[in-house]
């Protein structure tokens, strides 16, 4: 990304001296829309699981593992100190992996899941949100971490060594 | 279910959205009238969630009541969590989320009176 982080958005950087975080300014649309798919994967796959489970086993495991993927990236952006935005990355990364296995599995082989996860499809019956989200989360958690080296380099210099 | 109260909320969240939006344009944080809207949402959200609860049993599929059930304790959760969130941030993304959350209650809202007349 050639684009200086600061030129692009500086009307939501009014505080030139607070370190970046992943669960502040735009980041909190982010916690509130994987907050809010959280809370929906993990009502509905409860749900699932305790009701029907036999309908659709697979779909209904699928939608228990993404309720976890959105929990741990909330907290994990939410909360934005290093290792929970380590732990988001690896949350964002298994989200955008499995809507892309599972969406191209759902259009190859129909008969695979028979009722419908919020994965099936590229998330089409959300709307593509599922698809999206990760890829805006990994940016904006990369565009942050850019930002902190830019504030912080000494600070940020250990991760590299260290991963 | 009670289509007066489900047009109450809806006229509700869309003044929020309108108020959100406003807002976000002006650059303004969370004010009173963000506040008072946000909570006369959440009386009118309880006052549903009593009238669905004591009304559920008319949905006989166990599966779409126990969805019903789940939405109308979902839909309260929204309005105060992302106020909350809104009056921690303090750029105009936080009008941002209070605009996002009037249109998630609208839209599970629907949801509700859809579950309703479908199975009821």
Known sequence: ?163 | MLQPLTVVVLVATGLLAILAAHHLLRRRLVDDPIVLTGAAIEVALLVQLVVGLTNASAIADGAERATFIAYLFTVLVVIPATVLIAIKEKTQWAMAVVLGGAVVVAILVARLQQVWSLHA
């Open chain 1, 1 to 163: 990304m050639p684009e200086q982080p600061h030129t692009e958005q500086t009307r939501t950087e009014q505080q030139p001296a607070e370190r970046p975080h992943t669960g502040h300014g735009f980041g909190r649309v982010l916690v509130a829309v994987y907050g809010l798919l959280a809370l929906a994967a993990t009502g509905r796959s409860i749900l699932q699981i305790s009701e029907y489970f036999d309908r659709a086993p697979v779909s209904y495991v699928l939608s228990a593992l993404a309720a976890v993927i959105y929990i741990v990236a909330t907290i994990g952006l939410a909360r934005g100190d290093r290792t929970s935005v380590r732990l988001a990355t690896v949350a964002l990364t298994v989200e955008l992996v499995g809507v892309l296995v599972v969406g191209a599995i759902s259009y190859a082989v129909p008969s695979a899941f028979p009722d419908k996860t919020v994965w099936s499809h590229f998330g089409s019956g959300y709307g593509y949100v599922p698809l999206l989200l990760p890829l805006v989360g990994l940016w904006w958690i990369r565009r942050t971490n850019r930002a902190s080296e830019a504030v912080a380099p000494e600070l940020a210099a250990p991760a590299e060594s260290e991963s």
